[in-house]
């Protein structure tokens, strides 16, 4: 029997924030066909104008009121070709999808179903990104997923996410201002988190997760497993801490940030950890500001309430240890000691971002400066004398006050400590 051909068609092609697919210069889907083999592979073939962009692809079924309707980003799992990567070039392009390994008891019959094309322009492009940090990967081993569902085998059940690659959260902050600080928590220190507004000029990717000690010694094989909990036998997904400011961006265990560079906005010196992340995936990860990390962990939630909108409570801490070593909210699963959790173990905020209440408190890269409410979310670059760097988040020690989004400490450039680590951002702006 021939390959059937079915009459599905579909030129939708839209950019990030509903902007005009159709804007001169901006990338354009047309001519999209979709056939299916006997081998129930399905062919979808589309025409790419305005390259580059990023190019993803949703399969839509029609209901009974004659509207369409996704059959799910986790149906569409099995696919190659030119898909959910960046496509250099203008004219034909083919996605092979197997509907019958990841869409099981189900065909493309008829015109009950078809494909949607995206083309995503590359300073705006789809909500996650997965960077390959694996041994064999190179510069512009990337892909992206317009959205959780989206993302092979589920964002928490895939373990690669925390091993061998890294996955991103597109946060839009352009123009954003927002009230940072405590709202009357009664924290005990005032001035260190006096409310007032931030300002953020950028959009940028955050990592779902907190760097693991299997993605620090992919990159860092100098000093491979500093991690405290490096004995556990799930290690591995752990997040790295005991990791200093100094190694992730000077490259250094010491106080040499004035010879060897690395202090924002300098680029990080190129054998940190920041440094060779950076040759190896092309992409300018760094560490969040305070104004990035602590927008990204209320996820659009204020006025004294955690990341999934909760109000805060001393009996309520989402995402963190208590001090008996026990999960004080959460039923996921934890490890017996008290310490760190796998990442990703705990409910995420409200945009998909995990263990920024709790894990492990997390770097940043401002110079601390008690009084921030002046700078309007601007970095301080302005060294202390003992070169202090600014941490945040919670930690499997310590009360619920130090897992708030307003909480902020600080620690000397060179120190490390086994309740701190980190987590990375990047620019959302590709070429």
Known sequence: ???????????????????????????????????????????????????????TLDIQTNATDGSWASIGGENIQVLSGDVNRRIATSGAHEIKWRPDLSWPDHKVIGDSVRAVVTAWPMDNPPDYMVVDISAAAGVGDVEWYPNAGSVPGGVTNNVRYRQTTILMRKIMAKGVTYTAGSFGENTGTPIREKTHPADLTNNFYIGVFEVTQAQWALIFSRRPWPSYFSNAGDRAMRPVERVSYNEIRCGTTNLQTQVQGGEWPDPPYEQSYLGLLRTKTGIAFDLPSEAQWEYACRAGNGDGRWGNGEPIRSNNVPGRYNGNGGSSSDTASVTAEKGTAIAGSYAPNDWGIYDMHGNIQEWCVDCYLEDISGLRGVVNTIPTAKHEHTYRGGTF???????????????????SANHIGFRLVCPVEFE
């Open 397 to 415: 020690v310590g009360g619920y006050t130090n897992a708030r989004s307003a909480f902020r400490s600080y620690h000397t450039a060179e120190s």
């Open 1 to 55: 029997m021939n390959a059937s051909t079915t009459a599905l068609a579909s030129a939708l092609c839209a950019a990030a924030c509903g902007a005009s697919a159709f804007a001169a210069g901006m990338p354009d889907v047309t001519a999209v066909t979709m056939t299916q083999a006997d081998s129930r592979e399905v062919t979808i073939a589309y025409t790419l104008e305005n390259a580059p962009a990023v190019v």
